[in-house]
């Protein structure tokens, strides 16, 4: 059975900084593409981040971009999402998704709220 469980969400003011956590089981690690998005509400799902495979290519959102920096760990099957310099407009549920072999998976999403 596949599982995504994202953690480290929570309330933080403006300028603020959180690092977001996703552990993945189940699927062949290594192998898969993973990523972040997040929805905000009355949007649609955003792709904020995406490292590709075990060599660790990665792309970002131009909003993020210089703020947040997604990284891998595939000793431990997680990967990880620091967010700095947060502003309100990055208020949303940040998902985890796990991409490969035609399958896509995601975790059940944890809500940052930036505000001060």
């Known amino acids: 059975q596949v599982q995504l469980v994202e953690s480290g969400g929570g309330l933080v003011q403006p300028g603020g900084s959180l690092r977001l956590s996703c552990a993945a089981s189940g699927i062949s690690y290594r192998r898969y593409a993973m990523s972040w998005h997040r929805q905000a509400p009355g949007k649609e799902r955003e792709l904020v981040a995406i490292i590709r495979n075990s060599w660790g290519n990665t792309d970002y959102a131009d909003s993020v971009k210089g703020r947040f920096t997604i990284s891998r760990d595939n000793a431990e099957n997680s990967v990880y999402l620091q967010m700095n310099s947060l502003n309100p407009e990055d208020t949303a549920v940040y998902y985890c998704?796990?991409?490969?072999?035609?399958?896509?998976?995601w975790g059940q999403g944890t809500q940052v709220t930036v505000s001060s």
């Open positions: 998704n796990a991409q490969g072999y035609g399958n896509s998976y």
